[in-house]
């Protein structure tokens, strides 16, 4: 379990086999030319979701 980072974001590039890329702050991910298919985790979600799913995330 990665412990608790108030609002740090991970992410994965391309699937679940990856390694975690991160912590980054909201502010750095929204920077990054991210797919909109990458993974994304974060403090209180319960599985990786797609970068389109994240609602900090939506433009």
């Known amino acids: 379990m990665v ?3 108030p609002e740090r974001y991970f ?9 975690p890329q991160g ?3 909201l ?3 929204k920077k990054m030319a991210l797919r ?8 209180g ?3 990786w ?4 799913k994240l609602k ?3 433009l």
Request: charged share 20%.
């Open 3 to 5: 412990p608790y980072i």
């Open 11 to 19: 992410y994965l590039k391309f699937n679940t086999h990856d390694l």
């Open 23 to 25: 912590p980054f702050a």
């Open 27 to 29: 502010l750095e991910l």
């Open 36 to 43: 909109k298919t990458a993974l994304i985790w974060r403090y």
């Open 45 to 47: 979600l319960k599985e």
């Open 49 to 52: 979701i797609a970068v389109f």
């Open 56 to 58: 900090e995330l939506q």
